[in-house]
């Protein structure tokens, strides 16, 4: 499956979904992690909704976008695109996410994280 992670350094977890000018997106499978490409955002529509759409369009394909904090707007915008929105509250490192999601996709993930393993891996 794929993820982006609102990051300004590659790295480390720590933009908010609002303000990231960057995502990078890695595809996640249980076994194996990789980096798949670094998205960045166009400059900033004149409204919040604008904004929020110009994300969402962006990440389409992922099946989770990991950030800092996201609001309940944007939660609820990526989650009408099939997205999963994920808050880390505070800097986190890219790999430490990814081992997390990795060992829960190994054990029982939830219905929803299976399918969209499969899906990604049938593509």
């Given at each position: 499956m794929?993820v982006?992670?609102a990051?300004?350094?590659?790295?480390?977890?720590?933009?908010?979904?609002?303000?990231?000018?960057?995502?990078?997106?890695?595809?996640?499978?249980?076994?194996?992690?990789?980096?798949?490409?670094?998205?960045?955002?166009?400059?900033?529509?004149?409204?919040?909704?604008?904004?929020?759409?110009?994300?969402?369009?962006?990440?389409?394909?992922?099946?989770i976008?990991?950030?800092?904090?996201?609001?309940?707007?944007a939660?609820?915008?990526?989650?009408?695109?099939?997205?999963?929105?994920?808050?880390?509250?505070?800097?986190?490192?890219?790999?430490?996410i990814?081992?997390?999601?990795?060992?829960?996709?190994?054990?029982?993930?939830?219905?929803?994280?299976?399918?969209?393993d499969?899906?990604?891996?049938?593509?």
């Amino acid at each position: 499956m794929k993820v982006a992670f609102a990051t300004s350094t590659g790295t480390l977890v720590d933009e908010e979904f609002r303000n990231s000018r960057s995502f990078t997106v890695w595809h996640i499978g249980p076994r194996e992690a990789y980096f798949v490409n670094q998205v960045t955002i166009e400059p900033e529509a004149a409204t919040e909704e604008g904004r929020l759409a110009a994300r969402a369009t962006v990440l389409a394909g992922c099946a989770i976008v990991c950030s800092r904090h996201i609001n309940v707007p944007a939660a609820a915008k990526l989650a009408a695109r099939g997205i999963h929105p994920m808050r880390t509250g505070s800097p986190v490192q890219v790999e430490e996410i990814i081992g997390q999601l990795q060992s829960v996709l190994k054990k029982n993930p939830p219905p929803w994280m299976g399918r969209a393993d499969s899906r990604e891996r049938f593509r």
